[in-house]
């Protein structure tokens, strides 16, 4: 059993819901983003994202798109990105999902990715446009890696499609709870309940719901029918909104263990 799938199973015995924050590596820069892992393990996180910054994020909304950007002038790549998730695995357990658009990872390599992710302390990587057709080859080489691959369902996704990622996903099926891109929001709409009951009956694996979760109340919600909630942008905003402040960490921290409250 995975490290992720152990971590379900553990959140599933204590009768709580999973909480996986999301931070882009190198937002503000690569040491915060190392203090960054290390806090939100501390105040709870079950398992964190940890975005890849990539020049043309389509699926994320301007929040996670600006954070990309101050990255990439910090020319942050998929090797720094591994090397500080590396540095901050010394110090906690959590499992962690490198999160990634296929350019980048394409770039540097599937079989030196799949090798060097498993050396960084990875569990899984998540790759939100490569569409489960075209996966087979990149999959299986996670697998021989122990490493789980995370797919993307939607609202509009196919039965057939909802099949076939089944079919291939390991770890967890992460549900987008709306049609298009990342961001937050004041309210949910049903479709991300719908969608977590159609992933069930084509799957056992655990399903992470996010895309637009931004309070506890809404987190509270979600774990009402789905394992986890994926909170990204709401967080993101915290670190864009604190910096250069010597408080950025603390506070995000603080606010990460708000969404939490109750538990």
Known sequence: MSRIRET????KRAGRG???????AGDPDLATTE????????????????????S???ADGETIQRASERALRNCVTVHDTLAWVARAKRHIDVP????S???????FGKDRLANDAKEAGVEAILVTDLIPEEAHIWTETLIQFDLDPIFLVAPTTSD??????ARQARGFIYAVSRAGVTGARDEMTEDAEVLVKRVRSVSDLPVAVGFGISTAEQVRRVWRFAEAAVIGSAIVREIEKLTGSPALVSHVGEFARSLLEPR
Request: glycine fraction near 8%; aromatic fraction near 14%.
């Open 35 to 54: 203090r960054l892992l290390i806090e939100l393990a501390v105040v709870g996180a079950d398992i964190i994202e940890v975005g890849v910054p990539f």
């Open 160 to 165: 057939e499609r909802l099949k076939r990622i």
């Open 56 to 58: 043309d994020p389509v």
């Open 8 to 11: 379900f199973a553990s959140l």
């Open 96 to 99: 962690i999902v490198l999160f």
């Open 101 to 107: 658009y296929f350019n980048p990872l394409l770039g």
């Open 18 to 24: 999973g909480f996986i924050p999301f931070i882009t």
